[in-house]
């Protein structure tokens, strides 16, 4: 299970003590296949809110594909995401990873 870091002020230094209590509102609380196969373009506030702070695999661009930019796996980091592709038997070198940030909120 994804458990982030927690950074505490501790004296002189930070320390760091894994999250137990918290509930992760990471990919193992939320049901990431419904997000498979669409852009991200086309997610509403909730669901952008949802998967914010989340890695998604989009394929890369080239002029001979022209990739849809749809989200082709969702996790907790790049690595969950390799994984995914792999899962599926897609390369990961033909897709770029990022970050999924908090949407906009006026």
Known sequence: MFQPLLMRAG???????RASARPSRYPE????ERF??????????AERWRIAGCWVALELYTPQTVPLRVIEAIGPSPKACTEQLRERGLNPA????CACPQPYHP
């Open 29 to 32: 609380t939320v049901k990431m």
């Open 94 to 97: 033909h897709y770029e990873f």
């Open 11 to 17: 004296g002189a230094g930070l320390s760091r003590r």
């Open 36 to 45: 498979i196969g669409r852009p991200l373009e086309s997610l509403s506030l």
